[in-house]
Structure formats: C-alpha cells, structure tokens
C-alpha cells in the first residue's frame, strides 16, 4: 500500500497529526506506505517509528559518542541551502553503497521551507561543517529527513552523532516525539534508527491505527517476519 498526498503546507499540529498516522514527509509531500522493494526481485515490510522523548535513557555507548565529540560547535537553525551544505552533501553522496539522489534540493523540495517548517543541524571542526542533519518541526514532534557528514570523519559516527543531538534538541525543546522514519525488521539496512533507545521505541500498526512498544512488536510480530 503507497499513498501519497500534496497538501500545502504541512506545519504545526498538522505534521503531528499526519506523523501519528505513519504519514512522512516526502520531498514537498507527504506519503505513507508498509513495503519497499530492495531489489527487482523482492519487495520487504516496513513499520514507521518514534522515540518517545522523556522515556529516553541514553546508554554508556551513546553517552561515550557525546564526550567523544565534544571538542566540535554544534548550532541549529532555519533550514537553507548554502554552497557550504551543497558541497559537504556532495563529499557524503560520493561514499555512499546505496543510491542517494545526486542533489540536496531533489531530497528536500523545500527550499524555501515553504511546505514543512525544517531546521538544520550543524557540526563544525574549528569552523569546518563536518556533518549536518535537517529536520522538520511540528508543534510536539520532530521528523528526521536526512543527516550527512563528511567521509574523513567517518571515525566518529557522524550520523549517530546527528539523531543524538535532536533528541537532545527535542528534550531542550518540549517535544514529546521523535520520528526517524521508517525501518525494515530483520535487515541491517534501517537498523541504525532504532539505537537511541528500544526501550523507548514505539512502532505504528497501520491495521489498528495505534502505536505499541517496539519489545511488544518483536514478540508479537516475529514469527510474521
């Protein structure tokens, strides 16, 4: 099942409602769907997912990848395309596996946060942007779109990095959800999405229209998978 709508601008209690309703964004849009396909061959289901935010507890782990990157500026702003952004995108895009289109601006189609009300998150090493992250603010959630970095800094998790300063920047805030997107179970693909916090890991039941902890889904769903 794919669905997808044009809306308008999608801010606020809107994009709460439609995040609720296992809707994301998706470039000026937003859709919804419960498979993918990997390959020509294969199509696999996916379940969208949230963090609930005050549940969170960050693990030794995750805590030592914070002290880790202390020494770099972090800042959060309006989202804009900058040349800086474009070639840092460029730098990540060219050591990716999986396809990635070849420009920002044909990910976000949001230039002018026209559609969706997006931040972005930067990382800077003594005024060098290493790493980015975008997001879009409703009025109790966040919706992570994209985070990049550049490849020389691969050693430090950049990207995990990213979704532990939006959590951060969620409890800071008073949001009350985090939503990373979609995952696929039993493939490593997505599988990032989930290591902030499982236990605080809730999972959407398009069927039931109700969200269950992510424990609950494994143990209810696993034989399905």
Known sequence: MLDIQAPGAVKGEVLDDYLARGWFRCGSMVHTTDRVTLDIRKTYPVYWL???VEAIQLCKKNLHLIGHNKQFTVSCMPFEITQEIQNLFARYRTRRKF????????????????????????????GRLIAAGVF???????????????P??????????????????CLQN????????????????????????????????????????????????????
């Open 99 to 126: 396809h990635i289109r070849p420009k920002l601006e044909g990910i976000l189609l949001n230039a002018d946060n026209f559609f969706f009300d997006s931040y972005i998150m930067e990382v800077r090493d003594n």
């Open 152 to 169: 020389l800094y691969k050693k430090y998790s950049l990207g995990k990095y990213l979704m532990l300063l939006k959590y951060k920047y």
């Open 174 to 225: 008073g949001f009350t959800f985090y939503y990373p997107g979609y995952y696929i179970p039993g493939q490593d693909t997505l599988s990032y999405k989930l290591f902030i916090d499982k236990n605080a890991t809730e999972v959407y039941l398009p069927e039931a229209n109700t969200w269950i902890g992510y424990y609950e889904f494994e143990r209810d769903h696993s034989i399905c998978l």
């Open 136 to 150: 879009d603010r409703g009025h109790h959630s966040i919706q992570d779109m994209i985070n990049f970095y550049d």
């Open 50 to 52: 949230r963090y609930r």
